[in-house]
C-alpha cells in the first residue's frame, strides 16, 4: 500500500503548456507539502496546506497554483511551463503541522520541459 | 531564519569502513533535526530525527547521529558501510515558531551523495 503517491511519475512537455500533478495520501494525514528538487538535488519547499487550508507559500511564481480538494490530495497546476520549471517536484505529508513532525515523501514526478 | 550546512557534498567509502557524515545547522530556537536518504529516482526516506529527547538518535539501517548544541551539529554515521547505503543523504531542519510562515517546513542542506566501493 502506497502511503504518498503521485501521478504522473513521469511528464515531458513543449514551453508554454499547462499541467497538473496529482498527490494523495492514505495515512490520514492533516499536512501536506509539495517540494521542488533541481537539477543540483537542492530541495525547497513551494506550498504547503493543512486541513486544506493554505499555510506556507514560498516565493513561488503564480504561475503554479496548489488546490487541496480534501486533506487526502494536494495537487499542483502549472501555467505556462517555461524551461526552468523542469526539475524533480515531490508531495509529503505529515501527521500534523509542527517541525517536529516527520515528512512522508511521494516518490516525485519528474518534469521536462522541451 | 533556519539553516543547515552538510560539509562534502560527496563521501566514498569501502565495504565495512566506518561512514561519517557531516551536517550543521543554525537555528535560533532549539532545533527539530532529520535526516533523509534518497535512493536512485525515488523519494526521500526518513533515516532517523531528534526532537529534543536524547541526543543520541539511532535510526534504521544501523544509522545513528548524534545532536551536539555546543558545536551545532548533527553528524550522522554507521560503524560499518554496506554497498546497499549508497544513495544521496540529506539533513534537514523543521521549522518552528507556532503560527509563523515557517512553521513546520524543512529547510534542507545540499545533499551528501555516498558511494560505497567493495
Redesign the interface.
Known amino acids: 500500500d502506497t502511503a504518498?503517491s503521485q501521478t504522473p511519475k513521469y511528464l515531458v512537455t513543449q514551453m508554454g503548456n499547462d499541467k497538473s500533478i496529482k498527490c494523495e495520501q492514505n495515512l490520514g494525514h492533516d499536512?501536506m507539502?509539495w517540494?521542488k528538487q533541481d537539477s543540483?538535488?537542492?530541495?525547497?519547499?513551494m506550498f504547503?496546506y493543512?486541513n486544506k487550508e493554505l499555510?506556507?507559500n514560498e516565493t513561488v511564481p503564480n504561475r503554479f497554483s496548489p488546490k487541496s480538494p480534501d486533506k487526502a490530495h494536494l495537487n499542483l497546476h502549472i501555467n505556462s511551463l517555461e524551461l526552468g520549471d523542469s526539475a524533480v517536484y515531490?508531495c509529503?505529508s505529515?501527521r500534523k503541522?509542527?517541525?517536529?513532525?516527520?515528512?512522508?515523501?511521494?516518490?516525485?514526478t519528474r518534469l521536462l520541459v522541451l | 531564519a533556519q539553516s543547515v550546512t552538510q560539509l562534502g557534498s560527496h563521501v566514498s567509502v569501502s565495504e565495512g569502513a566506518l561512514v561519517l557524515l557531516r551536517c550543521n545547522y543554525s537555528s535560533s530556537v532549539p532545533?527539530?533535526l532529520?535526516w533523509?536518504v534518497?535512493y536512485p529516482?525515488?523519494?526521500?526516506?526518513?533515516l532517523l530525527?531528534y526532537?529534543s529527547a536524547a541526543t543520541l538518535v539511532k535510526g534504521i539501517n544501523g544509522f545513528e547521529a548524534e545532536f551536539k548544541k555546543s558545536e551545532t551539529s548533527f553528524h550522522l554515521t554507521k560503524p560499518s558501510a554496506h554497498m546497499s547505503d549508497a544513495a544521496?543523504y540529506?539533513c534537514a531542519?523543521?521549522?518552528?515558531g507556532?503560527g509563523g510562515?515557517?512553521?513546520?517546513?524543512?529547510?534542507?542542506g545540499?545533499?551528501t551523495i555516498l558511494t560505497v566501493h567493495p
Open positions: 504518498v499536512t507539502y517540494y543540483k538535488k537542492f530541495l525547497k519547499i504547503s493543512n499555510i506556507i515531490f509529503a505529515s503541522r509542527g517541525g517536529a513532525e516527520t515528512q512522508y515523501f511521494g516518490p516525485g | 532545533p527539530y532529520f533523509y534518497q529516482n525515488q523519494g526521500l526516506q526518513l530525527k526532537t544521496e540529506f531542519v523543521g521549522g518552528e507556532a510562515t515557517s512553521y513546520g517546513k524543512l529547510t534542507f545540499q545533499g
